[in-house]
C-alpha cells in the first residue's frame, strides 16, 4: 500500500545497481532544463525562449563503515572505473513513486573529524532518460 500522507524522508534513498547506499543520512535528486533563445524582431521586445536540454543530478550522504553492504568502497570503485550505473530514488514501498535511470558518479568525498563518525557524500549526473514508475 502506497505511503499515504506527508512522506517522511527517512523512506527514499538512493539505489545503486538495486542496492541502497548504506547508512545513508540524506538523499536528494535535481531535474534541470535549460533554454534556448527564441528571440526575433517580432518579439515586441521581449525575449523568447523555447525548451532546451534536460538534465538530472543527485546527491546523498552516508556515515562511513569498512563493512557497509554498499558503502564508501563501493562508490570508490565505480568512481575510479568510471562506470554507468542504474539508480533508483525511491522510498521502496509498494505503490510509492520511483525515480530511475542511469548515471555517473562524478563526485565523492570523505570527512574524518575528532571524536566524529566518519561520514561521506557523492554527487551522480544522469546520462539518458529518467522515468518515474511505481514500486510493485
Do not use: H, P, Q
Not at 8 to 27: P, R
Amino acid at each position: 500500500m502506497a505511503t499515504s500522507g506527508l512522506i517522511n524522508g527517512t523512506l527514499v534513498k538512493i539505489y545503486v545497481d538495486g542496492v541502497a547506499v548504506a547508512y545513508s543520512t540524506s538523499a536528494s535528486i535535481d531535474f534541470s532544463m535549460s533554454t534556448r533563445e527564441a528571440t526575433t524582431k517580432d518579439s515586441a521586445g521581449w525575449t523568447g525562449k523555447k525548451e532546451g536540454l534536460r538534465e538530472v543530478s543527485l546527491s546523498g550522504d552516508f556515515l562511513m563503515a569498512f563493512d557497509a553492504a554498499y558503502g564508501f568502497t563501493d562508490l570508490f570503485t565505480i568512481y575510479t572505473a568510471r562506470t554507468r550505473v542504474r539508480i533508483r530514488y525511491s522510498s521502496e514501498v509498494a505503490g510509492d513513486k520511483v525515480l530511475s535511470g542511469y548515471a555517473y558518479l562524478t563526485s565523492l568525498s570523505e570527512e574524518a573529524g575528532i571524536e566524529e563518525t566518519i561520514s561521506g557524500s557523492f554527487s551522480l549526473e544522469g546520462d539518458g532518460i529518467w522515468t518515474e514508475g511505481s514500486i510493485t
